[in-house]
């Protein structure tokens, strides 16, 4: 089997020597356990947090470990009853070609709609975007939101579930291409194009020119200018669901020094502001499953996934979707 370790821990945003490909013999499953041949590996952002030694929410990846991740794949060998030979699955894999998977970290997939649908639209971005915007967003028709990264897994979802809603829905995305996805294919009202306005106040002014009533919900994906140019639009009683940084995932941007402001404006603006981790939230899984499931089959929402191929050019996605080289939910699909 192969893997691909962490080789060593990154400054900033990873590079590829960061990363080895590993050859290592096939490993069994044991009483409980069950070997899983990966088709699909998912890249996400919370991925770079785990290759850091400092502490956070959940462990850090050790050096020489098998990078963490979600993967689907087919049983090739079971030793639990409840998975048979051929089992279409999903799990905690890693990035590697088969995995042994603990019997109760798998779930079985039907095969009506793609398996990659597990780890995008409706996996844990698709559940982050449902639960996040319910909980902690509180959406009212008639109000306006504003998200970044709008076409990614977990924007796109929570854009086009606002304006199911009846909200006013203002996208932030980089570059015409994915602004025009954004417009067209994930229905929002208007779309930004962040790398086109230089500062935070020329993207602060195309913003209010679409949120002409101001913001009511802001979700949190990326911190860093989007972040600056938004709190000044905030209305009051507004909320922001704070769901990822990833504008600082890299490290500093030069935006930490405006804290005091960014602070007194939640208090003046009497903001709810929610961090929250998707993985505190898992027991309303199964009913975001069965509410979005027939949606997604259906055709009511849409979906993007960007697949790359071969598990050595893992790292390469993935580096490249920490600064927005992904249009859609970043999947590598093994060889
Ligand atoms: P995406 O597929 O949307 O990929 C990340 C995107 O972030 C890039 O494509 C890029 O989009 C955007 N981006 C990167 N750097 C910047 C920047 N400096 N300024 C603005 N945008 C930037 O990711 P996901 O949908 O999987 O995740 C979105 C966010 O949600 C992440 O922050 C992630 O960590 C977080 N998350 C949090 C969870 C939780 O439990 N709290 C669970 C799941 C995700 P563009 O080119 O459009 O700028």
Redesign the pocket.
């Known amino acids: 089997m192969r893997r691909i370790a962490l080789a060593r821990r990154p400054s900033g945003l990873p590079v590829p020597e960061d990363f080895a490909l590993k050859e290592a013999p096939m490993p069994a499953p044991g009483a409980g356990e069950v070997l899983v041949e990966v088709t699909h590996l998912s890249l996400?952002?919370?991925m770079r947090g785990r290759m850091d030694d400092a502490g956070s929410y959940a462990a850090s990846v050790d050096l020489d470990g098998t990078m963490v991740g979600q993967g689907v794949g087919r049983v090739i060998a079971s030793r639990d009853d409840a998975f048979d030979e051929g089992d279409l699955v999903t799990g905690m894999t890693g990035w590697a070609s088969h995995a042994v998977v603990p019997a109760q970290g798998l779930r079985k997939l039907d095969d009506r709609l793609p398996p990659t649908t597990a780890l995008g639209v409706l996996g844990?971005?698709g559940f982050?975007a449902w639960t996040?915007l319910r909980d902690f967003g509180r959406p009212k028709a008639g109000e306006t939101l504003a998200v970044?990264?709008?076409?990614?897994?977990?924007?796109s979802l929570v854009g086009q579930l606002a304006k199911a809603a009846g909200l006013r829905t203002v996208a932030?995305?980089?570059?015409a291409e994915?602004c025009q996805l954004a417009s067209e294919r994930f229905g929002f009202d208007a779309a930004i194009d962040?790398?086109a306005c230089v500062g935070a106040s020329a993207l602060r002014e195309a913003i209010a020119a679409e949120a002409p009533d101001g913001i009511d919900i802001y979700w949190e994906?990326?911190g860093?200018?989007?972040l600056e140019a938004v709190m000044p639009l905030m209305n009051t009683h507004g909320r922001i669901p704070i769901?990822?940084?990833?504008?600082w995932?890299g490290g500093a941007?030069g935006t930490e020094d405006r804290l005091p402001k960014v602070w007194r404006s939640i208090l003046v603006k009497r903001l709810s502001v929610n961090g929250?981790?998707?993985?505190d939230h898992w027991d309303g899984y199964p009913a975001f499953l069965e509410e979005m499931t027939p949606r997604v089959a259906a055709g009511d929402i849409s979906f993007l996934e960007d697949v790359a191929q071969g598990l050595e050019n893992a790292p390469a996605a993935f580096i490249s979707?920490?600064?927005?080289?992904?249009t859609?939910?970043?999947i590598v699909q093994l060889a």
């Open positions: 996400d952002p919370y844990m971005p982050t996040g970044a990264a709008a076409t990614g897994p977990v924007g932030i995305a980089g570059g994915k962040h790398r994906n990326t860093g200018k989007v769901c990822g940084t990833i504008a995932y941007d929250f981790i998707i993985f979707m920490l600064t927005g080289g992904n859609g939910k970043q």
